[in-house]
């Protein structure tokens, strides 16, 4: 649901410059933090406030690898792949170290760079300017790494718990 609301909110508010820039490049990996806190009161403060700071600067350092131009590869078609990769591993590790430890790195890293290269494909077809499309789809691609993206990290978590496990065999942290 989270990523659906960025999707739409953002096809509208980047016609407003200031607000949408806020709401494209700095809100969503705060909000989306937000979402996967949900159901952990078990939690606590500081390390949901610490994974809130981890989960929020690592989609701006996406966003800024990704819209920044101060290094000639970041204009490079690749360049939004790697931020998508890094940032589903980033969050993954994050979630694991404060979140929970039955998550699965075996499982769960090859999901991680699955769902950033899935997810990075439409937004690098919009940057790639192959296809002549109109605008409006242009920013419709670029914008559906909200809903692909926390979608199937929303799936990695589901994949990579091994909570099936726990009660049949012993599972360390």
Known sequence: ???????????????????GIITTLIFPGFIFGFVLLENKQH??????????????????????LVTG???????EIYTFSIASVSGAVG????????LDKSISLEKGIPLA?????????????????????????DTAFLLSVYITWQTLFGWLLNKAGVSDYIGTTSVSS
Not at 69 to 75: A, I, L, T, V, Y
Not at 91 to 98: E, G, H, I, R
Not at 113 to 137: C, F, Y
């Open 1 to 19: 649901m989270s990523s659906a609301a960025l999707f739409l909110a953002n096809m509208f508010l980047l016609l407003v410059p200031f607000i």
């Open 43 to 64: 939690i606590s403060p500081i390390r949901k406030i610490f994974f809130l700071i981890i989960s929020g600067g690592l989609f701006i350092a996406a966003a800024f």
């Open 69 to 75: 131009h101060s290094f000639s590869w970041q204009k």
């Open 91 to 98: 969050l993954l590790l994050a979630y694991k170290s404060l």
């Open 113 to 137: 760079v699955g769902t950033g290269l899935i997810s990075a494909l439409l937004p690098t077809i919009a940057m790639s300017n192959v296809l002549n499309i109109p605008q409006i789809l």
